[in-house]
C-alpha cells in the first residue's frame, strides 16, 4: 500500500522554468514532510523539509507548498537549471522517524 | 566524519548465493535505517535499528534476509539464497534520533543476482 503517492513520473522543461511535484499522502500521523534528489548511482540527498503548521518554506530556488486539509504537499524549483536534473522524491514520516517515500518524479532541465 | 558510508557499491552474484552488505553511519547517530529501492521507485522500508536494538522489521524482510547491528554501531544486511527479484539497490541511512534529525543516506550497494 504506497502511503505516499508522487505525480508526474516525468517532467522536461526549459532552463528558467518551473517544474512542479505534487504528493498526497493520507496517513493524518505524519508530521515531517521532506524533499529528496538523487542522482544516478547517488543515495536520495535531502533538499527541503517541512513540517505541518506552515504552509510554504523557501530554500533558495527549492519551495513546499503545503495544504494539510487537503492533504498534499509540492515542490517547485524555480529558474530550474541543467544541474537540477535529477530524480525528485517526496516523503513523510511520523515521531518513529521510518520514511515513507513517493515512486518519484525524473526532472530533465533543457539549456 | 565523511558520512553514511556502504561497502560494497556493487555486487553481482549468481542465484542461490548469499551475499552481505554492509553500513557505517555517522558516528553519534543512534538510529540506522535499511531501504531497497528498485528501478524507478521510491526507497521502501525494511527495517530500523535503535542502537543495537532492531525495532521494526517489513513485511518486504523476507525469512531469507536477515540484518544486525552489534554494538549499536556498523549494520550488515544478509541475503540468503538470493533470487533474481532481491537486485536492487540497498540504501542504509542513519539519524539522530527519529528521522527529522539529520536523517542521512548512504550511496547504497546495487546489487544484481544473475
Known amino acids: 500500500q504506497q502511503q505516499v503517492k508522487q505525480s508526474p513520473q516525468s517532467l522536461i522543461v526549459q532552463k528558467g522554468g518551473i517544474p512542479i511535484i505534487n504528493c498526497a499522502y493520507e496517513?493524518?500521523?505524519?508530521?515531517?514532510f521532506p524533499w529528496y534528489q538523487q542522482f544516478p548511482g547517488k543515495g536520495p540527498a535531502l533538499l527541503i523539509a517541512i513540517r505541518p503548521d506552515v504552509s510554504e518554506k523557501k530554500e533558495g530556488r527549492f519551495t513546499i507548498s503545503f495544504n494539510k486539509s487537503a492533504k498534499q504537499f509540492s515542490l517547485h524549483i524555480m529558474d530550474s537549471q541543467p544541474g537540477d536534473s535529477a530524480t525528485y522524491f517526496c516523503?513523510?514520516?511520523?515521531?518513529?522517524?521510518?520514511?515513507?517515500f513517493g515512486a518519484g518524479t525524473q526532472v530533465v532541465v533543457t539549456p | 566524519d565523511t558520512g553514511v558510508s556502504q561497502n560494497p557499491r556493487h555486487k553481482i552474484t549468481k542465484r542461490g548465493q548469499n551475499v552481505t552488505f554492509r553500513c557505517d553511519p555517522i558516528?553519534?547517530?543512534?538510529?540506522l535505517y535499511w531501504y531497497r529501492q528498485t528501478l524507478g521507485q521510491g526507497p521502501e522500508f525494511l527495517t530500523y535499528f535503535q542502537n543495537e536494538a532492531q525495532l521494526e522489521k517489513s513485511r518486504l524482510l523476507s525469512d531469507r534476509f536477515s540484518a544486525e547491528r552489534p554494538k549499536g554501531s556498523f549494520s550488515t544486511l544478509e541475503i540468503q539464497r538470493t533470487e533474481q527479484g532481491d537486485s536492487a539497490m540497498y540504501l542504509c541511512?542513519?539519524?539522530?534520533?527519529?528521522?527529522?534529525?539529520?536523517?542521512?543516506f548512504g550511496s547504497g550497494t546495487r546489487l544484481t543476482v544473475v
Open positions: 516523503a513523510a514520516t511520523d515521531s518513529w522517524g521510518k520514511f515513507q
Open positions: 496517513n493524518t500521523a505524519f508530521d515531517y
Open positions: 558516528s553519534e547517530h543512534n538510529r
Open positions: 541511512a542513519s539519524s539522530l534520533g527519529p528521522g527529522r534529525y539529520g536523517y542521512t
